[in-house]
């Protein structure tokens, strides 16, 4: 899974149904992780939230919390991109 691609959250998370866009991802260290390496992936998942805008929810790809959907066609950057 790569930024701007579609997820919804499965049965593992506590936000099960919801859809969602990576914003982010990020490779980090992770202790917990029985694999050799102990290398995770951080996801930045932003989730529109009725009538309080967009609730971002970070999501360990060891979780197994989110499944693919699709690509995004349309992302409104941040205000960064704007100018």
């Known amino acids: 899974m790569n930024i701007d ?3 919804q959250f499965n049965e593992n ?3 099960c149904g919801c859809l969602g866009i990576i914003i982010e ?3 980090i260290h992770n202790d917990n992780l029985n694999s050799e390496g102990k290398n995770d992936i951080r996801f930045m998942v932003g989730v529109p939230s009725p009538e309080q ?3 971002y929810v970070r999501v360990m790809q060891s979780e197994f919390a ?3 959907i ?3 066609k349309l992302v409104v950057k ?3 991109d704007e100018n």
């Open 5 to 7: 691609d579609v997820v």
């Open 13 to 15: 998370h506590d936000w």
């Open 25 to 27: 991802k990020k490779e």
């Open 53 to 55: 805008g967009t609730t």
């Open 66 to 68: 989110i499944e693919l």
């Open 70 to 72: 699709g690509k995004a």
């Open 78 to 80: 941040g205000d960064e």
